[in-house]
């Protein structure tokens, strides 16, 4: 093993990617482009506290039976482990919920980022035929004839109107950092919280190209990108949805088709399986498909496991919230 860790290290240094956005002088200057996470600072307690009841309440949908939490189970990794989820009526989605936690770095919402906020995603779902089904009109009288409403007379000094519903909601979010990994040890000085492979996973994973999509605090999220960059005509098995045109269906620019938001890999681990599509089940395959489709390359298999390994220590579990 020692061994094929030596390799892995001189390959991370001497094989970058075309695309590759880091030198090899900058893995070995120390330049890393992932900053550790670190709770969000000045979110309200009582507007945070309230939104996780929210959160948790089937009350929001129309038929009383999907809240936020069931597409978003905290303490499965922030997704529910499904290719899509499913809403009322047993209504399947058309792409795959991504994990809810972290979602506060990122630079909108959503694979297509058609919601620039927190608080604007919460329009989505609620209203969405295929999840929660309902409408603000028929929320806002639910809230006020149930116990909610002294809640927000309390915490916003008003009757429940959709603006503290969605500030509510965002407020927890924002509360949902997942701190405290080994890896963001290891960022500030413990040397030890990392073994030798999953130091050169991380270093493969630079030295790949990854890194120039997933970094910074929330090892992604923080830009679009087209996905099939050495192939077309998409990933899903069955052929293209007008899902698969991505921000194209946001800005109407052929320039945007097939661009999502980059996903965070904080914690990729943990929320199987992959993509918009929710068709790739295993996080080595998903390795593998982003070397083929981004960098134009077959990663080998011992490069597939030193990566996963070094994802792996992205998230501690101990940071997942109970419901």
């Known amino acids: 093993m020692r061994g094929l860790v030596a390799m892995a290290m001189a390959t991370a240094v001497a094989v970058l990617s075309p695309r590759a956005a ?12 992932i900053r550790p996470l670190m709770a969000i ?3 309200d307690p ?11 309440d089937p009350m929001l949908s129309r038929d009383g039976t999907v809240s936020c939490a069931s597409c978003h189970v905290l303490d499965r990794g922030g997704s529910d482990g499904r290719p899509v989820s499913m809403g009322i009526d047993g209504r399947v989605g058309i792409v795959n919920a991504p994990t809810v936690y972290n979602a506060a770095f990122n630079l909108a919402q959503f694979w297509d980022g058609r919601a620039m906020t927190l608080e604007d995603q919460v329009n989505g779902p609620l209203t ?19 116990p909610y409403a002294a809640a927000f007379r309390t915490v916003f000094g008003a009757e429940p109107d959709a603006p503290a ?6 407020a927890f979010e924002r509360t949902l950092i997942t701190t405290g990994s080994r890896f963001d040890r290891w960022l500030g000085g413990e040397a030890e919280a990392l073994s030798a492979s999953e130091k050169a996973g991380y270093a493969l994973f630079k030295s790949y190209g990854c890194a120039s999509c997933h970094q910074g605090a929330a090892v992604g999220g923080n830009m679009f990108q087209r996905l ?7 990933i899903r098995a069955g052929g293209p949805l007008p899902a698969d045109l991505g921000r194209f269906n946001v800005t109407g620019r052929p320039a945007d ?3 999502f938001k980059v996903p965070s890999l904080r914690l ?17 395959e998903a390795i593998r498909l982003m070397g083929r489709l981004q960098l134009g390359r077959d990663i080998p298999d011992r490069d597939v496991a030193l990566i996963a390994a070094f994802l792996g220590t992205l998230v501690d579990p101990a940071a997942l919230a109970t419901p």
């Open 46 to 56: 009582a507007k945070a506290e309230l939104g996780r009841r929210l959160f948790h």
């Open 22 to 33: 880091f030198t090899a002088d900058a893995v070995a200057g120390g330049h890393e482009p």
């Open 41 to 43: 600072a000045g979110v």
């Open 165 to 170: 519903v969605r500030a509510a909601i965002a």
């Open 228 to 234: 099939g960059f050495f192939a077309s005509g998409g």
């Open 268 to 284: 990729v681990t943990l929320t199987p399986p992959y993509f918009h599509t929710g068709e790739v089940a295993t996080l080595d």
């Open 257 to 259: 088709r097939n661009v």
């Open 128 to 146: 969405n035929a295929a999840e929660m089904g309902t409408d603000w009109p028929t929320v806002l009288e639910r809230l006020a004839r149930s």
